[in-house]
């Protein structure tokens, strides 16, 4: 086997001295790796999001507002018609316990369903925290002289405290909770401190939660077999046995994001897009990422451009003998995916019949709720946390991602598993969703920096091998999947690839669910529904509003239309090719080793 080595790549420190003609005071290095140590171990205590930055934040806002006597007068207009609005309804329920609510909850609030929220006191207490929360909106936004990401950043902070005191989240408050209280004797708050023991012990000890231990890859996960035909340092690539007496010519090569684990798209039978292709009759190839760790620290974006898709693209050829592979890049992946066809169709490398990119972003500028977190004080503070021990760890990282919905992924569990004592049962995606990765701290920096921050890749200023690229070189015709719920990669954003590119061909499909359930849209997934649209060149523009009201909607999981549309851009069926070559044996059995690294 063609084993690649890795050389070392070149590394400019994230924090420089000053530029002076002066060499620096001999305590400089000492003080600034002082201050690094301090905020490394106090983003740890912050899960990674900096004070500093939310309390400039805050005295901004509150110097606009001290500023701003018009907006004063208009919110305690709003404060006394609020509470007017509470004591008629207040009223109004005394004389007729059926009195409709004076304020519906948002479509996606699910905490007051129940019918015991309907109930006196119960229906009360809730009007009234969702008046206080749609006041405080008010109160932090359309201040005059704040910014519209300054904005942003106070109404959703402000938000998550609110969403802390949620009458729901208090037992006395909650009448689910009272209800099942009386109903048990108290036995489901002994059930639920259980819970929370049993789970911040098995955090604490690096354990998987419980439950997830029924799945294991190999075994009921990532079970497509196949065999590991490539190994370098970053990652295996694995190459699925064929099904089908005829395959597709062309090869798909999947290149999946390193922020999870690979077998999100190879998850159980029945569920897995692996297993749907090959029985399609294609030839699949999935990227395999290992689980980086301290000794990785200084890996690159481009480092794993290079031993990523790059490499994995010679061994597709050769082992195939196809000269033209259908890539797929997922989130991450397929940002890099994106980054390594602009910079192929620069150097006129036409090895790339397809582009499909699932929930993936190559614009960052409007890149949704998680860009509350990206910003100079936020991004230094988490180099700060990364330097200290050589990558993001995945604790961390999730920290964020569950805070964009904390209802759904904190607040609901507190009440479920611990005020009610009930345990939501595992499933395979949540047991997937709980194999977390590392991220290296050079390539989550530059990541952060250069895409997030700067937005590099769609300004043309993003370079590889020293030169700039451009999404405008791709010619390939390109399939994007958004997905309506997606907090990671908003779907609005991941459709601005129309202003991007002058591909031949530009189709998008929007399905529904979210980042990862509504790319894992099995065909015999009972919910799905998608919308599909080509644009070609010459035609003009949609915007996403008009796109979405004028492109009919469809039942059922996007795959098929997918699948139909690789048919349509292949060049017919050959035999399938062998497992491996001379050159490129197999190594394993699928899934390999880098998938089970912890």
């Given at each position: 086997?063609?084993?690649?080595?890795?050389?070392?790549?070149?590394?400019?420190?994230?924090?420089?001295?000053?530029?002076?003609?002066?060499?620096?005071?001999?305590?400089?290095?000492?003080?600034?790796?002082?201050?690094?140590?301090?905020?490394?171990?106090?983003?740890?205590?912050?899960?990674?999001?900096?004070?500093?930055?939310?309390?400039?934040?805050?005295?901004?806002?509150?110097?606009?507002?001290?500023?701003?006597?018009?907006?004063?007068?208009?919110?305690?207009?709003?404060?006394?018609?609020?509470?007017?609005?509470?004591?008629?309804?207040?009223?109004?329920?005394?004389?007729?316990?059926?009195?409709?609510?004076?304020?519906?909850?948002?479509?996606?609030?699910?905490?007051?369903?129940?019918?015991?929220?309907?109930?006196?006191?119960?229906?009360?207490?809730?009007?009234?925290?969702?008046?206080?929360?749609?006041?405080?909106?008010?109160?932090?936004?359309?201040?005059?002289?704040?910014?519209?990401?300054?904005?942003q950043v106070i109404n959703f902070v402000t938000r998550q405290l609110l969403d802390h005191?949620?009458?729901?989240?208090?037992?006395?408050?909650?009448?689910?909770?009272?209800?099942?209280?009386?109903?048990?004797?108290?036995?489901?708050?002994?059930?639920?401190?259980?819970?929370?023991?049993?789970?911040?012990?098995?955090?604490?000890?690096?354990?998987?939660?419980?439950?997830?231990?029924?799945?294991?890859?190999?075994?009921?996960?990532?079970?497509?077999?196949?065999?590991?035909?490539?190994?370098?340092?970053?990652?295996?690539?694995?190459?699925?046995?064929?099904?089908?007496?005829?395959?597709?010519?062309?090869?798909?090569?999947?290149?999946?994001?390193?922020?999870?684990?690979?077998?999100?798209?190879?998850?159980?039978?029945?569920?897995?897009?692996?297993?749907?292709?090959?029985?399609?009759?294609?030839?699949?190839?999935?990227?395999?990422?290992?689980?980086?760790?301290?000794?990785?620290?200084?890996?690159?974006?481009?480092?794993?451009?290079?031993?990523?898709?790059?490499?994995?693209?010679?061994?597709?050829?050769?082992?195939?003998?196809?000269?033209?592979?259908?890539?797929?890049?997922?989130?991450?992946?397929?940002?890099?995916?994106?980054?390594?066809?602009?910079?192929?169709?620069?150097?006129?490398?036409?090895?790339?019949?397809?582009?499909?990119?699932?929930?993936?972003?190559?614009?960052?500028?409007?890149?949704?709720?998680?860009?509350?977190?990206?910003?100079?004080?936020?991004?230094?503070?988490?180099?700060?946390?990364?330097?200290?021990?050589?990558?993001?760890?995945?604790?961390q990282m999730a920290g964020a991602f569950q805070i964009l919905r904390s209802n759904d992924?904190?607040?609901?569990?507190?009440?479920?598993?611990?005020?009610?004592?009930?345990?939501?049962?595992?499933?395979?995606?949540?047991?997937?969703?709980?194999?977390?990765?590392?991220?290296?701290?050079?390539?989550?920096?530059?990541?952060?920096?250069?895409?997030?921050?700067?937005?590099?890749?769609?300004?043309?200023?993003?370079?590889?091998?020293?030169?700039?690229?451009?999404?405008?070189?791709?010619?390939?015709?390109?399939?994007?999947?958004?997905?309506?719920?997606?907090?990671?990669?908003?779907?609005?954003?991941?459709?601005?690839?129309?202003?991007?590119?002058?591909?031949?061909?530009?189709?998008?499909?929007?399905?529904?669910?979210?980042?990862?359930?509504?790319?894992?849209?099995?065909?015999?997934?009972?919910?799905?529904?998608?919308?599909?649209?080509?644009?070609?060149?010459?035609?003009?523009?949609?915007?996403?509003?008009?796109?979405?009201?004028?492109?009919?909607?469809?039942?059922?999981?996007?795959?098929?239309?997918?699948?139909?549309?690789?048919?349509?851009?292949?060049?017919?069926?050959?035999?399938?090719?062998?497992?491996?070559?001379?050159?490129?044996?197999?190594?394993?059995?699928?899934?390999?080793?880098?998938?089970?690294?912890?």
């Amino acid at each position: 086997m063609a084993q690649e080595s890795r050389t070392a790549p070149e590394h400019k420190p994230c924090t420089s001295p000053p530029a002076t003609a002066e060499r620096p005071n001999p305590g400089y290095f000492a003080t600034h790796a002082l201050d690094r140590a301090f905020k490394a171990n106090l983003a740890r205590m912050t899960a990674g999001i900096t004070p500093a930055g939310l309390a400039s934040v805050y005295v901004e806002w509150l110097a606009h507002l001290t500023l701003s006597p018009g907006k004063q007068l208009e919110l305690g207009e709003k404060l006394v018609r609020k509470s007017n609005r509470l004591a008629r309804y207040a009223g109004r329920l005394a004389m007729d316990p059926l009195t409709p609510a004076c304020i519906e909850p948002m479509a996606h609030d699910r905490r007051f369903r129940d019918d015991a929220w309907q109930q006196w006191p119960y229906n009360l207490i809730y009007q009234s925290f969702l008046l206080t929360q749609q006041w405080w909106h008010n109160a932090t936004t359309g201040v005059e002289g704040v910014s519209p990401a300054r904005e942003q950043v106070i109404n959703f902070v402000t938000r998550q405290l609110l969403d802390h005191a949620s009458p729901s989240n208090i037992p006395w408050l909650n009448p689910e909770v009272t209800r099942a209280s009386l109903a048990s004797g108290g036995w489901n708050l002994v059930e639920g401190w259980q819970n929370f023991l049993e789970d911040g012990e098995r955090a604490l000890s690096g354990k998987p939660p419980v439950g997830a231990e029924a799945y294991r890859v190999g075994e009921n996960l990532a079970v497509t077999p196949g065999q590991v035909v490539y190994r370098n340092h970053l990652m295996e690539l694995i190459q699925y046995a064929p099904t089908t007496r005829q395959v597709q010519a062309e090869p798909v090569l999947i290149v999946p994001a390193w922020i999870m684990k690979y077998y999100v798209l190879d998850l159980a039978p029945g569920k897995s897009l692996v297993e749907y292709l090959v029985d399609q009759g294609h030839t699949v190839f999935m990227i395999s990422w290992r689980n980086p760790g301290s000794e990785d620290r200084d890996l690159g974006m481009d480092d794993y451009r290079r031993l990523g898709p790059m490499a994995a693209l010679e061994v597709v050829t050769e082992i195939t003998g196809s000269p033209r592979v259908h890539g797929v890049g997922y989130c991450l992946g397929g940002t890099l995916l994106s980054i390594a066809a602009a910079a192929m169709a620069r150097d006129g490398d036409k090895r790339l019949a397809t582009l499909t990119t699932l929930a993936t972003q190559v614009d960052f500028t409007e890149a949704g709720e998680l860009m509350l977190f990206i910003g100079e004080s936020q991004v230094s503070y988490l180099e700060n946390m990364m330097w200290g021990q050589g990558y993001l760890d995945g604790y961390q990282m999730a920290g964020a991602f569950q805070i964009l919905r904390s209802n759904d992924l904190i607040w609901s569990r507190v009440v479920h598993d611990y005020l009610l004592g009930q345990r939501q049962p595992m499933n395979a995606l949540m047991a997937w969703n709980a194999d977390i990765t590392r991220l290296p701290y050079r390539m989550h920096s530059e990541y952060l920096r250069r895409l997030f921050l700067d937005n590099d890749l769609a300004s043309g200023r993003y370079q590889v091998d020293h030169r700039p690229v451009a999404i405008q070189d791709i010619r390939a015709p390109i399939f994007a999947v958004g997905t309506t719920a997606d907090h990671v990669a908003p779907w609005q954003s991941v459709y601005k690839i129309h202003l991007l590119t002058d591909a031949d061909e530009v189709t998008f499909l929007l399905t529904s669910g979210g980042h990862n359930a509504g790319i894992v849209s099995e065909p015999a997934h009972p919910r799905r529904r998608f919308r599909l649209r080509t644009q070609r060149q010459g035609e003009r523009y949609l915007d996403p509003d008009t796109w979405q009201q004028t492109t009919p909607e469809q039942p059922g999981s996007w795959w098929p239309a997918w699948q139909e549309w690789l048919v349509g851009h292949s060049g017919g069926q050959v035999a399938p090719p062998d497992l491996g070559s001379e050159r490129y044996p197999p190594l394993e059995d699928a899934p390999g080793r880098y998938v089970l690294m912890p």
